[in-house]
DNA sequence: ATTAGCAGTCTAACCCTTCGAGTGCTAACA
DNA sequence: TGTTAGCACTCGAAGGGTTAGACTGCTAAT
């Protein structure tokens, strides 16, 4: 447990830093956050909350910048209420205030929105859960592939092809396929996005096959994420506002990663948050990308279509502002879609 | 007209400039390209071309790099033919050979292809005219301003609202009405996203109108980019391959530029090539983004929906290349689409 | 018309120094 | 025991100066 001076050092340390992406010296956080000891006291706490792994410093005569752990600790904790400037409040009214009929509408203005008012990359992702599955089929294209076929309600197939499994005669077939119906008949394709395989496939009855459904399910992912899912991004070059990008390498790596939708959807879709509570996902040990942090919202979007928002950019994020951006669309989209 | 040698020599500045990135000095051009005159003679022939406007020296100890009218003049005449790599084929070959089923399918192997052969930025645009307007209304809204409404076939409406020009009372607008519905009914909603007004209004009996239609064709462009017309782009990440985008100021011109789907639509579809044929635009003078060439070919996608495929680069780009690529795929495109 | 040779120019790279910011440690102090 | 002043030390950023080398333009000879 950290003693109050510590955590309101520490809550310095990540307000400076987040503000002026400089390492934080000890001066600096006794003239603007705590008058009450002097410079050499907090030098001792930061070297323990450095010790504790809160802090990194970059070199010996720097400041501290705040570790992931820090971030981590400090939206759960310390984190402190930001207000929406005037500003903000105007951009919102400019992007509703102008004709919007359709969910596209909508959605457009949300993502502007949100990447003018936060400077970050705005991600909306729009699950449409009304395409369901009917039927599955395998078929034996007898050249040791099988034919996974995927029958929807509103389209009529997808397909995928699968090796087939060592030792498995037409009769062990038919049983998956049996299996696989009675799993997946009635659920919604974009369900399998994120379905956690490892859980349902050890307690099946077909372990032998596990290799077989792994690569079925892996279809239906696709299929869920090239028909039922739509990602869209806007402010990609807002990155370039903030100095973690100012190198071309750290752009590039950003830019490539955004391109891959698939992970952009897992990201803002997985372990589903309720609407009204927000994400965040600070850094790779969070299945973010590296050095990026994930700040989302679940949001309803009509009777089959439900989806997240969000924004996408570096740990050091401004977290209280776009958590307060986040929560005020996610109540003005409760407005909005009847 | 350029003699023979001097048009040898421009050729092989280009190339070498598309292929280095550097100045090219006249000893590079002796050595590598032409064995039969000294490169004191080449030194001559640069200098006169220069004067003439093909080339630059970006400081007196440095060679020279084409200007845009060199590359013009190296596209229109002087640059040879590009001979597919086997590597080129096989992307080809793995991404058509994927289970392609619909539409959406052929155009983001298309897209994939082109960005991963040329290391450019690709660009579809796809355009559905199956959506016809069948009749333009104006509204009064009696607060000086105007509601325009345009009726199509397949969704019922989209509006904009316009402000009343001064002296226009009932009557005129009405006649003003007719005369819009003359214009437009019948035709498809995506034609208007090129629509060249000044030429159409100029020779119109409603010239004291021409502030209103113009407004009034700027929301059926607007209506036409946000429903008739789809932008997709992939690849944005590769122009940091590219040496000119290797400071972080172009890279972010260039990706703001990126995500304005409207202008890049407008860059992709205007002065309607003919299907097989290559439209290159290299820089400002062109329409292009500022430093940037655009390199595209119009296709065919079925009854009601035509398009655009291409890339969008730096203006040293390896042209060659590119309009082999474009001109493969589009071939390809034509088996493919029934 | 072409070419060899040379003086002149400019950039890129490297090294060196300096400046200042910030720390950790020590010893004194409450 | 916790706090603080003072000081030596470290390190990076910035600036200046030098050097090496890449090319050119010009001149004069062929």
């Not at 391109?259 to 952009?264: A, F, T, Y």
Request: aromatic share 8%; hydrophobic share 40%; glycine share 6%.
């Amino acid at each position: 447990m950290l003693s109050e001076r510590k955590r309101k050092i520490l809550c310095a340390v990540v307000d400076g830093y987040i503000s002026s992406a400089q390492p934080i010296s000890s001066k600096e956080i006794q003239q603007q956050y705590m008058l009450d000891c002097s410079s050499a006291t907090i030098r001792n706490e930061l070297s323990a909350l450095e010790s504790m792994g809160y802090l990194i410093q970059p070199h010996v005569s720097a400041g501290r910048i705040p570790s992931e752990l820090a971030f981590r600790f400090y939206v759960d904790q310390l984190m402190n209420e930001y207000q929406l400037t005037s500003h903000d409040v105007e951009i919102i009214r400019k992007y509703f205030s102008q004709r919007i009929v359709t969910l596209e509408d909508v959605m457009t203005a949300v993502m502007h929105i949100i990447s003018e008012i936060t400077d970050y990359t705005s991600v909306v992702v729009k699950e449409d859960m009304s395409d369901k599955i009917t039927a599955i089929k395998l078929l034996d294209l007898s050249n040791g592939k099988l034919l996974v076929v995927i029958v929807t309600d509103a389209r009529l197939l997808k397909d995928g092809v699968v090796e087939i499994p060592e030792g498995a005669d037409e009769r062990t077939l038919q049983q998956a396929e049996k299996w696989l119906n009675k799993l997946f008949v009635g659920k919604h394709v974009s369900e399998f996005v994120n379905f956690n395989y490892t859980y349902t496939l050890a307690n099946s009855q077909f372990s032998q096959f596990n290799a077989l459904f792994k690569k079925i399910i892996d279809v239906l992912k696709k299929v869920s994420l090239e028909n039922g899912l739509d990602v869209e991004t806007y402010g990609q070059h807002k990155i370039f506002q903030h100095s973690e990008y100012s190198d071309v390498h750290s752009a590039q790596r950003f830019l490539s990663e955004m391109e891959q939708k698939v992970k952009i959807a897992q990201m803002f879709t997985n372990d589903g948050g309720q609407q009204g509570s927000v994400t965040i996902k600070i850094g790779e040990s969070d299945n973010a990308p590296a050095g990026c942090s994930v700040v989302s919202t679940r949001i309803s979007l009509g009777e089959n279509v439900s989806g997240s928002i969000g924004v996408i950019g570096p740990v050091r994020m401004n977290y209280k502002k776009v958590v307060t951006v986040l929560d005020k669309i996610s109540d003005l989209l409760i407005d909005i879609i009847k």
